[in-house]
């Protein structure tokens, strides 16, 4: 190889020079840069994680303390006061499925919503009507700050 330089003309050396760093800097620029990038999006995203993390962990002591504002009061069925409740709160459309278990449960599928909106709303239940969430799975549904999310409620 070094043979086959040397015997190029002063000319062709110096493109081939050239070249063979216009590959080298494409290469860096092609996949160093990306990792790059996919580095910031993934530490990005580990702080917003964090930031919902603590705001959840520095409200659930202040809603446990609260405790149930009301109770059902009303004396609706479960089942009617999370669809009502959702449906006021601009979830209804959401609201996937929603199917009883037990006496006083009742298990909940949202597609899309809000993530902010469905923590209001369950912060709603739990204050003005002892609704507590007994097992929760939530998922991203691909775009920012919308979710999946299946709920097991239970009244207070």
Avoid: C
Wanted: charged share 20%; aromatic share 4%.
């Amino acid at each position: 190889m070094r043979a086959w330089y040397q015997n190029l003309s002063e000319r062709d050396r110096r493109i081939v020079t050239i070249g063979g760093i216009v590959v080298i800097v494409l290469v860096i620029l092609g996949t160093v840069l990306p990792l790059n990038r996919s580095i910031a999006q993934a530490r990005q995203r580990v702080t917003t994680k964090q930031a919902d993390l603590a705001f959840i962990q520095n409200a659930a002591p202040q809603l446990a303390a609260a405790g149930p504002a009301g109770g059902m009061a009303t004396g609706e069925s479960l089942i009617v006061l999370v669809d009502s409740s959702a449906r006021e709160s601009g979830l209804g459309k959401a609201l996937a499925s929603s199917q009883p278990t037990g006496e006083r449960g009742l298990r909940v599928r949202f597609e899309r919503v809000a993530f902010d909106g469905l923590v209001a709303w369950l912060a709603r239940l739990a204050q003005n009507h002892g609704v507590s969430v007994e097992s929760a799975e939530i998922e991203s549904a691909g775009e920012a700050g919308l979710v999946n999310a299946g709920l097991v409620l239970r009244a207070g």
